[in-house]
Structure formats: structure tokens, C-alpha cells
């Protein structure tokens, strides 16, 4: 915007999908936290079901808004600048999901670093060892807590392996993709996006598996096992809840592609849904490096 | 596209298209708008009502301390208002407004036609209110409110949580995401839709500052989003993060609060800077002394408030390597900091002074928040806040900074605004009883907090030893004397709205800036056409 270049900036009109969304949130944080009362107090309210017709009508109200988006990018509103005021909003976001990520590699460095090993008497925390946790002994993973809480470690080969070349290979054909798009090649185009759609799902199902192992008898690692599980299953879990999310945007793209949406130089939305999908690998390999790996 | 196809662009399939639409009318004109003067104005009022809601809440505090032993309600009650009152003044009422100024101010300052995501700006308006009426609904639960704090430390949050922990958490979620979604909103509109000329060293310094504020925005709510998350499992799914006994550590609580806690104290403080920044220099007459330092002073600022976290925690038992690291970059803050204050006195230096009441607001904010500053020094000497750790003293710092800081400037900003925004001129009568009685009682509310905190009188708590009588009665008195002088401002506004003195489109002659080149009040659409090159260099701030 530096030089003389003024183009018409759409300000859409008034719309009605921002006070649905907000309903919908507020239905699904007031359903979430009766719900979760209610779990503590053992007791059984409408919680739950505020939660899902909340969630039901967000997802109303997003099919609704992007409906909206996608039309007036079909009828030509939206103006140089439009798409690189929806680029620079989506980077920032997803820069707010990066930091989101952060706090929780923050938790694991910081019990890994500090808070286990002062538990076992590290640095000036001899006491702490001797008098409250005399049977302890700081390891990582911790597979046995100050409190006796046992469980055992998730491997890294396996699945997590598995799981970290399909996420990587998933990234590299989502730029086949992008690329195919800039040459207008749409046959390239939707096979590419449909095996990255593949990689996806596949990512999402062995996540779901190991999981399943980690629940089993043999293996007892929960939730609620010590900081280790609590790190394992909140990292992977948020993660998973953003492949997912990327999952469904790739999908829905993919749809579009199909209508015959999206061309060379008009496409934020795929450019969009790929940058998310590189974000939600980059995470993995942190992830799969300092849960997994060391 | 051309400079031709601008003229032609903005006479025909421009205005069908997007400006056409006016404004709808009753309650649907505020719920389904996407204007940003309408959104501005929804932050506005709604910051003004939570703030009267948070300062009820703090009437009632003071009226049980108004003398020692427990008169007016029980003391787990009493922590239930201390949170509270903390959570809404911070969340719901000095944060809202300053959103409402960028909403109403920033895309007239730079020349643009509204905000660069306007049905966004909208929904990160209208989820505000639902998210304090998850967190006010909790009064009338069984669990009662939040007890444990604005800071919600944990354990006090997690294993002796009175069962308002989930509601709270996502209240909180909610109010994470719109201010995540209003900072995007800003940092867009700054980046993309400045005028053509509109460089950034050109734009004025409240816009700066709502920039650099907005960048924290986006870089900390998310580390708060995560901290809450891990209260929420710890609390309800067994997870131990906080919890010895699993191998977590409730000292990582305050250091993932706090993280987010610090950044978010300048969030609150930035803003301000920009709106003194646009209104010393108006009322003296001057360009603002040092523009560009003031530009690096707030980055400055900004930077350093990621590295100073642990200031808040100096009596945790952190090794001694720690402390003396956050006492010494805590310090280094008073260097742009200083550089602030002395740009507003330079400023203010030889111009052609007068004192309306923008003025006043913000003369009192650069002396008021100095002293915050100075507290703020001394608590961030590390042996010296082993003694004032958690004491009134504490209180008084913060109260300096948040209202004869923020609020302050607020008060500035938007009696400086207000003829721009209602057309009208304020009552100018009124507007002065406001400065007066909130500036005299706001001293009496905290200066002696000051005298109670050093001589050890503990924060939140219902009762107190006897030997803080005395003090304590006198802030009660200033305390519901500034509560009381608040409602002459609601007065000054309703009045302004419906009627007074026509504003003309530059009501103070010392005023730069292009809201100013523009119609009072300001037309529902601005800048639907990039203003001409010569306004923009007149709004310039740099001293000629």
C-alpha cells in the first residue's frame, strides 16, 4: 500500500452469522462448564446437550459464513488488498495457535527440566526429596510419580514413526498441490489434495490406535498418569484436534476444487488451508522430537 | 489498476456494492453491524457498564474494610468480589474500552474505509458479554463465584476450588478469543488498509501503540488460553501439572501466568500512552516531542515485557541467578518508560497550554502514572519485595497504573473524542466536577494503601489488625467518593449524546489527525475514498 494503487475495499454488510456464533460459543462454554460440574459433582443436568446444540449451531453458522465468503469471492467482490487483509489474518492466527502450543512445550520443558528433578533433590531441593518424596527418583519418562503412580512410556517407532513420514509426505503432496494449482493443472491438483486428504485421515486413525494401546492393560498410560501422561495425551490431543480441523478444511477445499473453485491467482482459501496443514506438521515433528524422541 | 480507475471505482460499482447499505434500525443495527463506529461505540458502552459492575463490587469491599473485624458479608464472599472485581476490571472494562477506541478511531486515523475484517470485529464483540454472563452467573450457583483470585494461582484454583473453576475457565476462553480476534482485526487494518502515503513513521502514535499492543495480544492470550486448560484438567480430569504428588509444580502456574500476565499489564498500559500522545501535544499546541523515540520507547517496552515475568514471584524461592535476571530487566523498563514521560513534559514545554478537560485527564495521567512507575521500581527491587510481596502496597501500585494510568487516559480520550463521536460538545461544567472530584478522591482511594502495604497490611483480606483503622477508614471515604464521582461521567455522556453545543468538525484548535478533516459527528462511512495527500501530511506528528 506504499504506492498509488487504491483499489475498492469490500465492507461487506450487515450479517447476522457473527451474533449466531456468538450464541453458539456462549452455548458452548456455559454446556461445557455445567457439564464438567456436573461430572465432578457426580450429578446429571443439561450440560451436555447445551454443548452439542451449541456445537451444532456453530457449525451451522460457519457452513452459513463461508457460504457467504465463498459467493462473494465467486462474484468477483473482493479486491487485491481483501485477500491480503484474509493472508495476513490467517497468519496471524495461525501464529496465536503457534503460541497456543508453546504454553504446552513451556509445561513439558519446565517439568522436565525443573520441576521432576527438584522433586528428586536437584539443585538446592534436598529436603524436598528426602523428607516428602523419600522413594522417588527423578527419571524422564516419568513412569513413576512422587506418589506411586506407575505407568510405562510410549516407543517412538511404531506408530508415532509411522504416523510422523505419513504427516511428512502429507506436507510435501499438500505443496504438489499448491503447485499443480499455480500451473492451473487440475488433475494434479485433485490427486494430489486427495492423497494428502489420505495421509490425513490415515495420521488420524493410527493416533486413534495408539491411543487405544496406551488405554490398554498392558501398557495403563492415562490421562491422569502422573505429569507424563498429562503431557503426552494433552500435546498429542490438541494436536490431533488440529489435524482434524485441518482434515476437514483440506476436505472441504478439496470439495471446491471439484466445483471448479480456486484458480492461479485467486485461491486464499486453499493457500489457507495449506498453510495450516504445514503448521500442523511442523508441530508434530516438535512433538514427536521432544515427547517421543528424547 | 490506475489512478483513473479510482475515481471511476469509487462513483459507481464501489458504493453498490459495499457502502450502500446505511445503517439498520432498533436492536438489529447493533447486533447484525459490521460499521466499526458501531462496533466502537458497543465496546464503549459496554466496558462503561462492566466498569460500574466491577466498581460496585469494589464499594462493597471497601465498606467492609471500612473498619476492622467482619460487618458486611462473609469473608469467602469477600474473596468471590476481590476476584471478581479484578477479572472484570481487567478483562471486562479497561480492555474493552481501549478496543472500543481502536474500533472507533484507528481506520479514521489512517485513512481507511473500516476495519479490514469487519463481520469478525463484530463476533469478537458480541461474544464479550456472553462470556461475563458465564462468569457473573456463577454468583448464583452453588459453587459461588471464583474465590481465588484475579491471578487464579493454583492450588487455590484447582484442589480447594469451590466448584466454579470450569465456569470460569471458559468464560475466560471466550474472553481469549475475542481479544485474539480483535488484535488480528487490528494488526490487519494497520498493516493493509492505510491510506496511500500513510507510511508507517507517518502514522500517528496512538495508532503505533494499538499496533505493538495488538502484537502482545496475539502472542499472550493463547499462553493464557493454555494455562486455564491445564487448571480445567488439573481441577477435573486428574491431570497433575500443578501437583507435586504427580511431579508437576505449582510454581509453573504462576510462571505460565505470568508469561501472559506481564505482556498483558502493558496491553493495558500501551494504549494509554498512545491516547496522552494524541492529546498533550493538542493541548499544547506543539507537535509531540520525539516522535520516533516514542515509537522505539513502546517496542521497547513491549520487548522487554516477554523477559520479565518472574518480577511477580520474586518470594517463590527462585534460584538467586533468576532473581536477580528479572530485577534487572524489570529496571531496564524504566529507561523507555522514562523516555515517555520525558517526550510529554518536552512536549508540554513552552507550547501554548490550556486545560480543557482532556487536558486535565491527562496532565493527572503523567504525573499519577509516574508514581505508579516509582512503585513499581521499588517492588522490583528483589530484597525490598520480600517485604512488600502481596501487602497493600502492591494494591496501590497497580491501582496508580490501571486507573490514574488507563483509566485516566481513557477519561482523556474520550472526552477528547466526544464531540467527534456525538457531534456534540460535553457538558463542560460537569466534565470538570468529574476531573476534580475522581482526581482528589482517587488519591485519597490510594495514596495511603501505600502507607498500609509498608507497614505490612496484607491484600485480599476481610479484616485486619487495628492498627490499620485509621488509613483504612480514609480510603473507604475516597473510595466511595471516586465510585460516586463515576456516575457524574454517565451524566456528561447521556447529556452529550442527546444534546449540547454543536461540535464543529475540529473542536479543539491545536488538534492534528485526519479524524479531524471529517464531518462531527463522524459520517457512518469514512474514508470511503483515500483522503487527499495534503491531510495526510498535516496528521504527521514529527516535529517540523
Known sequence: MTNKEYESYYVPSQSHWPIIGAVALFMIAFGAGNYVTDLANEESGYGGYLLLAGIALIIYMLVGWFSDVINESLTGKYSHQMDNSFRQGMSWFIFSEVMFFVAFFGALLYLRVFSVPWLGGAGNNVETGAVLWPDFTAIWPLIKTPDGTTTTAMGWFGLPLINTVLLMTSSVTAHFAHSALLKNNRKGLKAWLGLTIILGVAFICFQVLEYAHGYSEEMRLFLDSGVYGNTFYLLTGFHGMHVTLGCIMLIIMWLRVLKGHFTPDNHFAFQAASWYWHFVDVVWVMLFVFVYIL | ?544
Not at chain 2, 458504493?15 to 461505540?41: P, V
Not at chain 2, 466511595?480 to 454517565?490: D, E, K, R, Y
Not at chain 2, 461540535?503 to 483522503?531: C, M, N, Q, R
Request: glycine share 8%; with cysteine.
Open chain 2, 1 to 544: 489498476m490506475t489512478t483513473d480507475v479510482i475515481a471511476q471505482d469509487s462513483h459507481d460499482e464501489h458504493h453498490d456494492d459495499s457502502h450502500e447499505h446505511g445503517k439498520m434500525t432498533g436492536i438489529k443495527r447493533w447486533l447484525y453491524t459490521t460499521n466499526h463506529k458501531d462496533i466502537g461505540t458497543l465496546y464503549l458502552w459496554f466496558a462503561f457498564i462492566m466498569f460500574l459492575t466491577g466498581g460496585a463490587m469494589a464499594m462493597v469491599i471497601r465498606a467492609e474494610l471500612f473498619q476492622p473485624g467482619l460487618q458486611l458479608v462473609e469473608p469467602d464472599f469477600f474473596n468471590q468480589l476481590t476476584t471478581v472485581h479484578g477479572l472484570i476490571m481487567v478483562f471486562g472494562a479497561i480492555m474493552p474500552a481501549f478496543t472500543g477506541f481502536a474500533n472507533w478511531m484507528i481506520p479514521m486515523m489512517i485513512g481507511a474505509p473500516d476495519m479490514a475484517l469487519p463481520r469478525m470485529n463484530n463476533w469478537s464483540f458480541w461474544i464479550l458479554p456472553f462470556a461475563f454472563a458465564i462468569l457473573l452467573s456463577s454468583f448464583f450457583m452453588e459453587s459461588g463465584a471464583p474465590n481465588f483470585g484475579w491471578t487464579f494461582y493454583a492450588p487455590l484454583s484447582t484442589t480447594y476450588s469451590n466448584g466454579s473453576t470450569a465456569f470460569f475457565v471458559f468464560a475466560v476462553h471466550i474472553m481469549g478469543i475475542s481479544s485474539i480476534m480483535g488484535a488480528i482485526n487490528i494488526v490487519v487494518t494497520i498493516m493493509n488498509l492505510r491510506a496511500p502515503g500513510m507510511t508507517y513513521m507517518k502514522m500517528p502514535l496512538f495508532v503505533w501503540t494499538f499496533f505493538i499492543t495488538a502484537y502482545l495480544l496475539i502472542a499472550v492470550m493463547p499462553v493464557l488460553a493454555g494455562v486455564v486448560t491445564m487448571l480445567l484438567t488439573d481441577t477435573y480430569f486428574g491431570t497433575s501439572f500443578f501437583d507435586a504428588a504427580g511431579g508437576g509444580d505449582p510454581v509453573m502456574f504462576q510462571h505460565i501466568f505470568w508469561f501472559f500476565g506481564h505482556p498483558e499489564v502493558y496491553i493495558m498500559i500501551l494504549p494509554a500512552f498512545g491516547i496522552v500522545s494524541t492529546t498533550i501535544p493538542a493541548f499544547s499546541r506543539k507537535r509531540l516531542f520525539g516522535y520516533s523515540s516514542m515509537v522505539y520507547a513502546t517496542s521497547s517496552i513491549a520487548l522487554l515485557s516477554f523477559i520479565v515475568w518472574a518480577h511477580h514471584m520474586f518470594t517463590t524461592g527462585m534460584p538467586l541467578f533468576g532473581e536477580l535476571f528479572f530485577m534487572y530487566c524489570t529496571m531496564l523498563i524504566a529507561v523507555p518508560t522514562g523516555v515517555k514521560v520525558f517526550n510529554w513534559v518536552a512536549t508540554m514545554w513552552r507550547g501554548s497550554l490550556s486545560f480543557e478537560t482532556p487536558m486535565l485527564f491527562s496532565i493527572a495521567f503523567v504525573i499519577l502514572f509516574t508514581i505508579g512507575g516509582f512503585s513499581g521500581l521499588m517492588l522490583a527491587m528483589t530484597p525490598v519485595d520480600f517485604q512488600y510481596h502481596d501487602t497493600y502496597f502492591v494494591v496501590a501500585h497497580f491501582h496508580y497504573v490501571l486507573v490514574t494510568g488507563s483509566l485516566f487516559s481513557i477519561y482523556a480520550g474520550a472526552y477528547y473524542w466526544l464531540p467527534k463521536w456525538t457531534g456534540h460538545m460535553y457538558n463542560d461544567t460537569l466534565s470538570k466536577w468529574h476531573f476534580w472530584c475522581s482526581l482528589i478522591s482517587v488519591n485519597l482511594l490510594f495514596f495511603p494503601m501505600h502507607f498500609l502495604g509498608l507497614a505490612g497490611m496484607p491484600r485480599r483480606i476481610p479484616d485486619y489488625a487495628l492498627q490499620f483503622a485509621d488509613f483504612n477508614k480514609w480510603v473507604s471515604i475516597g473510595g466511595f467518593a471516586f465510585g460516586l464521582s463515576q456516575l457524574i461521567f454517565l451524566v456528561v455522556v447521556i447529556k452529550c449524546i442527546r444534546g449540547g453545543e454543536k461540535a464543529p468538525a475540529k473542536p479543539w484548535d491545536g488538534a492534528i489527525g485526519l479524524e479531524w478533516t471529517v464531518a462531527s459527528p463522524a459520517p457512518y462511512h469514512t474514508f470511503s475514498t483515500p483522503p487527499p495527500q495534503k491531510d495526510i501530511d498535516n496528521a504527521d506528528q514529527h516535529e517540523h
